[in-house]
């Protein structure tokens, strides 16, 4: 500096500058009063007018600013990653909202329906005017006409395709008639369920009577079972579709991991569904989390009967 600062006083020729200082001087900026010098592979300003120490505390102090900016910048890029991954996952849950979507329904999704394990389609009415449909229009002589021995329960159709109705779809035909019944509000332990053929039922009524909007005339023996009121509700994922089932444990845990055992009990419906999906959400494998997350809660909410109680959650759904 001393050099540079006694050259220049001599000449503010560049060169000569140079020439005296024996330095890699790059340039001399006389309105600032700064050299650009190049000493150990460093380059750098320097204020000819103050001394090394001035100079030393000119750069302490901006390299603290410096590291104060850096300190901003990271700070700002850590808000924005954190922003950055928000969106992300918004936008994760949007892709999962599409996927888990309820896989688009059949024909008979409209009503109370099951398949048994062996491949039998069973559908019961929602409400009187479905039961009448369903005797009207899909109950067939070959077909299983199963009903709960209570008054207002579904009427139940096995549909056979001239195929002899095996027990198991007896039973789960029984199933929906029973727990869909008022047995279930009632908080009853069992119900008696008859089924007879399709041809032995009829819609029209004796001569001098009338048969009100979902009410048929049985004739010859009935076939008489006892069935307990647990209906278990299953989830069952499909090419990125969950579909929400209900039978018995037996038939529903032959076709998913994701279950839940129902039984008459005292919370409603909607709260229940809310509760179901929770566990769904919170206990479910990490790779179908966001897939559950983003099932709706009227999908499970259908499907429970009335006021119920969670009396098992299966084993793909337990806390280790």
């Known amino acids: 500096i001393k050099c540079i600062s006694s050259a220049i006083k001599e000449s503010k020729n560049l060169n000569c500058v140079k020439n005296k200082c024996k330095i890699n001087i790059l340039n001399l900026n006389f309105k600032d009063r700064e050299a650009e010098v190049e000493l150990d592979n460093l380059r750098f300003k320097l204020n000819f007018t103050l001394n090394a120490f001035e100079n030393a505390s000119k750069y302490y102090s901006k390299a603290k600013e410096l590291e104060r900016k850096t300190q901003r910048a990271l700070e700002a890029k850590k808000q924005l990653e954190e922003r950055l991954k928000r969106v992300n996952e918004e936008i994760e849950k949007e892709k999962y909202k599409v996927k888990g979507r309820i896989k688009p329904k059949e024909w008979y999704e409209k009503y109370h329906w099951t398949k048994s394990t062996d491949g039998f389609l069973i559908i019961g009415g929602k409400d009187a005017s479905q039961n009448e449909s369903l005797v009207k ?56 369920v008859y089924w007879v053929f ?39 994922v499909e090419d990125e579709y969950i579909k929400v089932i209900v039978g018995s444990k037996e038939n529903i845990s032959a076709k998913t991991k994701y279950y839940v055992v129902l039984a ?43 006021p119920s109680v969670i009396v098992e959650v299966s084993e793909g759904l337990r806390k280790d």
């Not at 002899?164 to 029984?174: G, H, Y």
């Not at 009577?209 to 647990?230: H, I, Q």
């Not at 966001?290 to 099932?295: K, P, V």
């Open 264 to 306: 008459p009990g005292d919370v409603e419906p909607s709260k229940l569904s809310e509760r179901i999906k929770k566990i769904l959400a919170n206990r479910a494998p990490n790779n179908l989390k966001r897939l559950f997350e983003s099932l709706s809660v009227e999908e499970i909410r259908v499907k429970i009967p009335g």
């Open 198 to 236: 399709g041809r032995q039922v009829s819609k029209s009524a004796p001569t001098g009577e009338y048969l009100t909007k979902g009410a048929f005339m049985v004739y010859g023996k009935r076939n008489y079972m006892k069935v307990p009121l647990r209906l278990t509700i299953g989830f069952q």
């Open 137 to 192: 229009k899909q109950l067939k002589d070959h077909d299983v006409f199963v009903h709960a021995d209570i008054h207002g329960a579904p009427a139940v159709i096995i549909k056979t395709n001239g195929k002899t109705p095996s027990e198991n779809a007896l039973r789960e035909a029984a199933i929906i008639t029973a727990c869909y019944s008022k047995a279930w509000k009632f908080k009853a332990g069992f119900v008696e």
